[in-house]
């Protein structure tokens, strides 16, 4: 047995698979977890060029899992393609070349996602640790990685979004895909959700009218920036710093402007004990509940 429970309780279920030649069973608790944090406050700025950059000016690199193992995959799926794939409606098998290269395939893609995860869990309970409060932009992750179109019409014709194939920017959208999901910014951000529910934090999602990379966090005063300036340089009171840095400092300010007003839209408080108030949202889930016998 590997690793060890945190919080213990009454086992309910028992899930015993096989994968990537190996035995692996997971056991689910019935327990109430919890986890030791800090008063402190942080602001996180997500991204490709930096994997996150925090509003205490800590800069954690993007580990690139994907992109480092690119072309070992590449070569294992041109092995795998040489190999007799298997036909059902041909009633041809495959064969054990075939096998054996698709084994190593998903035992290189299996690596990958497994040192995502480990990497992704250490930093998220590296932040919760210190930081009860955890300010980030609500990003459209569904979007942002959506798949360019290919489309053969003129521009005037051409739907938004849509980009004209074997284009370059198609090739750059396909290639700003795979960085944005190599380093898993949508479970990245879950995990740290459900670590900060486990000691009571607080999670609050910065609107994007906020604008937190065309924002100066000193004095709040805003200006379009490209995307090739990494460095933050204010017109109106000299401030510089780090673009990613500069921004999550604007989300920490954001995050401590509201003050006591939690119950904003955009602030979810992660405790699970619910309070009964006066508020019009409470009245309403208690009306659609059914009523007691």
């Known amino acids: 047995m590997r690793g060890k429970a945190r919080t213990w309780g009454n086992p309910t279920t028992c899930t015993i698979i096989w994968k990537q030649g ?36 800590t800069i954690i690199d993007n580990p690139k ?7 070992k995959v590449e070569q294992t799926s041109k092995k795998l393609r040489r190999k007799r794939a298997p036909n059902f409606k041909k009633k041809i098998k495959a064969s054990k070349r075939w096998r054996k290269a698709r084994k190593q395939k998903s035992k290189l893609q299996n690596k990958v996602a497994c040192s995502r995860q480990d990497w992704q869990h250490k930093v998220a309970a590296q932040i919760v640790s210190s930081n009860s409060l955890v300010a980030t932009e609500k990003l459209n992750i569904k979007g942002m990685t959506r798949k360019a179109t290919a489309v053969r019409s003129s521009r005037e014709t051409r739907p938004h979004g849509c980009l004209k194939k074997d284009s370059k920017r198609k090739h750059q959208k396909t290639g700003l895909n795979r960085s944005l999901l190599d380093v898993g910014i949508g479970n990245l951000i879950s995990l740290i959700k459900y670590k900060l529910s486990e000691c ?22 805003k200006k379009k920036k490209e995307l090739s300036e990494r460095v933050h340089n204010c017109e109106n009171c000299n401030f510089t710093a780090d673009r990613d840095v500069a921004a999550s400092m604007v989300m920490l300010n954001y995050a401590k402007g509201l ?9 979810e408080p992660l405790s699970e004990t619910t309070q009964n108030c006066g508020s019009f949202r409470k009245v309403q889930q208690l009306k659609r509940q059914k009523p007691r016998t």
């Open 200 to 221: 009571s934090g607080v999670f609050v999602d910065v609107p994007l009218k906020i604008a937190p990379s065309q924002t100066c966090p000193q004095c709040g005063y």
């Open 259 to 267: 003050g006591t007003s939690l119950s904003n839209a955009d602030a």
């Open 65 to 71: 899992f994907l992109a480092n193992t690119q072309q």
């Open 22 to 57: 190996k035995w692996y069973g997971s056991i689910t608790v019935n327990c109430e977890p919890k986890r030791e944090t800090s008063t402190g406050a942080i602001g996180l700025d997500f991204g490709t060029y930096h994997a996150i950059a925090c509003s205490d000016g």
